[in-house]
């Protein structure tokens, strides 16, 4: 098989997680340039895969204005900042790895799509859940018929406290005015792993969701606006930023995000987190920050043929995707954390459980999103030097009508109306 180039545009935490693949499988990938503002991520990618100087950019568009220097580019900069790059590359006749969401702009994500087409290049959302092998069996149990038609489902995402108090209330995505909405932000890949496991069209979205918990009316009596101030109430709070960032010394991922420090074999030091937890909105007490975006949101979702289900997104967890699908003959229920899947069907009434060492294999380093992450740049390399699809496969346009079911639901939620899906997507596309 052919080695696929990569140019990289922002080497963030999902640049690092990717381009991991180029490390472990050096005959399929490799990375050959690289355009990101902060200095030590910059060179810990260029030193990480000897990119030249010449290929080392501080901004997209200098990458950008070069003629096309590889097959593909992995977009991963912020949600807001994924058009105009991912536009201009495909221009160049680049394939894409675009991270989720395509766009926090419905019309955005469409013209992302119908670009591609027109140009003929593939791009691929970091809809990495999609070929995590839990996900992938599931959609194997369905597709092969054991349960029947699929009439319900009924499936959360757990976010997790810390992970959402890290990412919705401190971190890049607390915003829904910087970033996205949460839903857009976080459960697109829902929507789309739905849509996937279901194989027919959205027809109506409804929705609630607000923000209760992380506010201000719950700020607890003394305590100050930075956990590092010296909460009284530090202590008992599983939210404690001193406890989560500057004791926890092992934790790159939180680490690195709060101080912008370098991601390749780095963990932010003591003195990048102090500061981080002093002028960074890492360091606000959970119930002072300046967040946006809702702490708790579910939405009925109807498909052709009345296909229906019910999706929750809540952080009260310990995080985690639990998914259970009711068919005409049977049904099957797992949880993504444990990886187990449990099939009963109604005719032999017999219990199949499918243990998560027949489904979840070699996870390593790069195991990701429950080897989601991994699989899906593997993949790509092999559609981009063979033409081969996967079962996880998507198209961009495919990508683009799941994002629109998205915003269609967050009009239902703001609008406190059913929202008709097809009508919504008359408007983009
Ligand atoms: N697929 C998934 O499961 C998943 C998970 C987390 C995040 N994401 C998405 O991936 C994207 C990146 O997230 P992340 O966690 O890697 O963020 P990050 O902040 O770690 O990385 C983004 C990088 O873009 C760089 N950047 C900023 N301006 C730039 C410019 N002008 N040119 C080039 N680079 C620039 C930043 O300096 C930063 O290093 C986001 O859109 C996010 O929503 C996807």
Same mark, same amino acid.
């Given at each position: 098989m052919k080695k696929v180039s990569f140019i990289v545009i922002g080497a963030g935490n999902r640049a690092t997680a990717y381009s991991r693949y180029a490390i472990s499988a050096p005959d399929k990938m490799e990375i050959v340039g690289v355009a990101e503002p902060i200095k030590a991520r910059r060179e810990s990618m260029r030193d990480q895969f000897h990119i030249p100087e010449e290929n080392c950019f501080s901004d997209w568009s200098e990458i950008l204005a /070069? !003629? @096309? +220097?590889?097959?593909a580019a992995i977009i991963s900069t912020q949600d807001q900042m994924h058009y105009e790059p991912a536009m201009r590359a495909i221009e160049l006749g680049y394939h894409l790895l675009l991270?989720? !969401? +395509?766009? $926090? /702009?419905p019309e955005e994500c469409v013209a992302i799509a119908k670009a591609a087409e027109e140009k003929g290049v593939h791009v691929i959302i970091g809809h990495v859940l999609r070929y995590a092998p839990f996900f992938t069996a599931l959609r194997n149990v369905i597709a092969s018929g054991r349960?029947? @038609?699929?009439v319900n489902i009924d499936h959360v995402e757990g976010v997790g406290d810390i992970h959402y108090s890290h990412s919705?209330? /401190?971190?890049?995505? $607390?915003?829904e005015e910087d970033s996205a909405p949460m839903l857009l932000a976080k459960s697109c890949h829902d929507f789309d792993l739905l849509q996937w496991l279901v194989d027919k069209d959205f027809t109506r979205v409804q929705s609630f969701g607000s923000r209760t918990h992380f506010c201000k009316e719950n700020k607890p009596e003394g305590a100050p606006k930075r956990c590092i101030e010296g909460c009284p109430h530090g202590k008992p709070c599983v939210y404690n930023a001193v406890k989560r960032y500057y004791d926890d010394k092992q934790n790159a991922w939180f680490r690195n995000a709060a101080a912008m420090a370098a991601q390749f074999d780095n963990i932010a030091t003591d003195e990048e987190i102090e500061c981080a937890l002093r002028e960074t909105p890492y360091g606000y007490c959970v119930y002072d920050s300046d967040n946006t975006v809702v702490d708790h949101q579910t939405v009925n979702m109807e498909f052709e043929g009345g296909v229906l289900a019910t999706f929750t997104m809540s952080p009260f967890n310990r995080g985690g995707r639990r998914i259970h699908v009711m068919g005409t003959e049977g049904e099957v229920y797992g949880d993504a954390g444990v990886g187990d899947l449990t099939v009963f069907t109604y005719q032999n009434r017999k219990t199949v459980v499918e243990k998560s060492s027949d489904i979840v294999q070699d996870e390593t380093i790069l195991g990701g999103h429950g080897g989601g992450d991994s699989r899906l740049i593997k993949a790509l390399c092999e559609l981009i030097a063979t033409g081969e699809t996967s079962v996880s496969y998507c198209s961009a346009m495919t990508s683009a009508r799941n994002h629109l079911a998205v915003f269609a639901a967050e009009e239902a939620r703001h609008t406190g109306t059913v929202v008709d899906v097809a009508e919504y997507e008359k408007r983009f596309l």
């Open positions: /070069r !003629p @096309k +220097m590889a097959d991270e989720k !969401p +395509m766009s $926090h /702009r349960i029947g @038609k699929v919705f209330v /401190r971190g890049s995505w $607390h915003r």
